[in-house]
């Protein structure tokens, strides 16, 4: 009984102890309190100065969250019982989320910021005029080979997935949108087509693929064309800038059919209790020489034009994950299709799948 | 003897194919490459960047914060739910007790997690470090029962009637007789519950909120970015603080065995 008695206030004092430790620790990173603001963003997603720099500016403390996917956020968010004054979801959720009701309108005269963002990318169909959301990251969707596996070969455009050396070379996506619109853009389709006919044909293309597809993966593709056990890969911009900084043999490339455009973009959940708060973190983040400071540390690209100026050179001039404006034109953003035809994309992207060698 | 031999390969290999994983991590805490792939070069960079990373910091020490508290906790529950239905004396209300107990165990995570996600945000208790202790306390204290409950079975009936005999009162026979015999019982239980804790991510990963986050979760949501090479030098670190820890508690338990002869069960 001592002994268990002992054992017990042992662990009880190591726990307090821990305890004191982590409110110490808690209060040397900032102030808690009132002056707390929540940030949820997708992991390692933001510069850490970054957070720190704001603390000081403003004197909020920030209390940085991670996600893993728009799925989970929102779920999250729906629930309630969490505050969150700033998230980062993707396009296709604003639209989601505006529909539940699960965003508040921003005010745009606490964003004066907003003027150095390229005009291009505001306005955007899945959010008009901004009311919910500015854009924090973009990318494509695009082809990642190696070119040394393919000794010299160029990729260009989708329909050079097709080709018959590539037999059993490519890895997808597992994602049915990136992959459907893959095989609507190869046919010179809108990747937001919704008429059947063409999804058809698109799934009959598909089909034809198989041969060349090696897998449908998740995460792991980055390092399995990362480690040279793939060729080519169907991607997005971000993951590829990672597999290249890792192995140099490989380059990226935008089909010349077009593709999709992906964003990135902050927003106020209706969790949010520190309105004023989360304005003032948008704000911040959306002044150029943060936006390149941030764009330098996570890799992807800066929607902010005037932060370009504060990018390295060969960055900004990297075609791949820069494109050209005029190129622009050809790259489209995901429309929200409504439930039945994303359950029938889904389907068919299910039955290419399915489909035997 | 050739019999023997075998054994010996059979558990070594069982052994190589165990701590594979765990060393292959460990060697790469040291990579200066940057990358699980390629053996650059050694460096003892990650280790600095985890000291750095006040934020990583924080969520091991929440980690191991709620790990002890719930397990802590759980271990007094349990017992007293183990010495519950130890006494019940219908045996069809034992049996059905016991049977909802391993339902808890058996139920997967993702269950408890959602159930106790939606049961907080109706109860209205904040997301935080409140509803993570909560829910590991629950998910442990069955684990305790059931750790408990055999070494109760074990205890023979006469020694309780022999210190009644001799005058004990009920407290008496309590703190003297059935809590040290059931000591090896709790301490397997609080450690089990000390390692479910840990290592949970399912429950953890629901009821999480409001800038509480324990290591699992955050492991998993840095996952999309690629995991970076300070996480392989944290679960070093960890790694090597439970050796240090086992092999504290086995010296305890030899030292402890030797002074009262109460450890060798």
């Known amino acids: 009984m001592r002994k268990l008695v002992q054992s017990f206030i042992a662990v009880l004092v190591v726990a307090f102890l821990l305890l004191y430790v982590s409110n110490r620790l808690n209060e040397a990173e900032g102030d808690a309190g009132d002056h707390t603001l929540v940030v949820y963003n997708w992991g390692d997603y933001i510069d850490p100065k970054l957070i720190t720099m704001f603390e000081k500016q403003t004197g909020l403390k920030v209390i940085y969250q991670t996600f893993d996917s728009n799925e989970a956020m929102m779920a999250k968010i729906a ?10 979801p993707s396009e296709y959720a604003i639209s989601k989320m505006k529909e539940e009701g699960l965003l508040l309108p921003l005010d745009h005269a606490k964003l004066p910021n907003l003027k150095y963002i390229d005009p291009r990318f505001l306005n955007l169909s899945f959010d008009p005029d901004n009311r919910y959301s500015v854009p924090y990251f973009w990318g494509t969707v695009g082809i990642v080979y190696n070119r040394d596996m393919l000794g010299g070969k160029k990729i260009t455009s989708w329909n050079d997935l097709w080709d018959k050396t590539l037999r059993n070379q490519i890895l ?99 969790t949010a209790k520190n309105i004023e708060g989360a304005h003032q973190f948008i704000n911040f983040m959306l002044d150029p020489k943060h936006a390149a400071q941030n764009a330098e540390y996570v890799g992807y690209a800066t929607p902010n034009a005037k932060a370009m100026k504060y990018l390295p050179k060969e960055m900004i001039e990297d075609k791949r994950f820069y494109p050209d404006f005029n190129k622009i034109g050809h790259l489209e953003v995901y429309k929200n299709l409504g439930k039945r035809m994303l359950a029938y994309y889904n389907e068919l992207f299910l039955q290419f799948k399915m489909h035997r060698k | 003897m050739r019999r023997m031999k075998w054994g010996n390969v059979y558990l ?25 792939h390629h053996f650059k070069g050694f460096t003892l960079e990650w280790y600095r960047e985890v000291f750095h990373d006040t934020r990583l910091l924080l969520i091991v020490l929440n980690t191991l914060i709620v790990a002890l508290f719930s397990s802590l906790i759980s271990t007094v529950f349990g017992v007293i739910g183990a010495l519950a239905i130890y006494y019940v004396k219908s045996w069809r209300v034992k049996q059905a007790l016991l049977t909802l107990n391993n339902v808890l165990i058996v139920s997967p995570d993702v269950i408890i997690g959602a159930s106790f996600l939606i049961l907080f945000t109706l109860a209205g208790i904040q997301l935080g470090f409140v509803s993570v202790l909560l829910s590991h306390i629950a998910f442990s204290v069955p684990i305790v029962v059931l750790m408990v409950l055999p070494k109760l079975q074990e205890m023979s009936p006469t020694w309780v009637d022999a210190a009644r005999d001799l005058g004990a009162n009920e ?37 999480t909120g409001n800038g509480f986050s324990t290591l699992s979760v ?34 305890i338990s030899r030292k402890g065995s030797r002074l009262y002869g109460m450890w060798k069960k």
């Open chain 2, 171 to 207: 407290w008496h026979i309590l703190t003297r007789v059935v809590l040290p015999f059931i000591t090896p019982g709790i301490f397997a239980g609080f450690f089990m519950a000390l390692t479910y804790s840990l290592d949970d991510f399912a429950v953890t990963f629901f009821v």
């Open chain 2, 12 to 36: 070594i290999f069982v052994f190589i194919i165990l701590y594979t994983p765990i060393f292959y991590l460990l060697f790469y805490s040291f990579n200066s490459g940057g990358t699980m």
């Open chain 1, 79 to 88: 629930q309630g019982g969490t505050t969150f004054d700033v998230a980062v």
């Open chain 1, 172 to 270: 997808l996506v597992d994602g049915a949108r990136e992959v459907m619109g893959m095989a609507l853009n190869s046919l010179h389709y809108s990747l937001n087509d919704t008429n059947k006919a063409h999804l058809e044909e698109a799934k009959r293309k598909l089909d034809a693929l198989t041969p060349n597809v090696k897998a449908i993966v998740g995460d792991e593709i980055k390092m399995l064309i990362a480690n040279e056990e793939a060729a080519v890969g169907v991607v997005w911009s971000g993951d590829a800038a990672e597999m290249i900084a890792e192995n140099d043999k490989l380059d990226y490339v935008v089909p010349k059919e077009g593709s999709n455009l992906w964003f990135d973009n902050m927003v106020i959940p209706k």
């Open chain 2, 218 to 251: 955050e492991i998993y949501s840095r996952a999309r970015q690629g995991i970076s090479l300070s996480i392989n030098a944290l679960s070093t670190l960890l790694f090597l603080l439970t050796v240090v820890l086992v092999a504290g508690y086995y010296w």
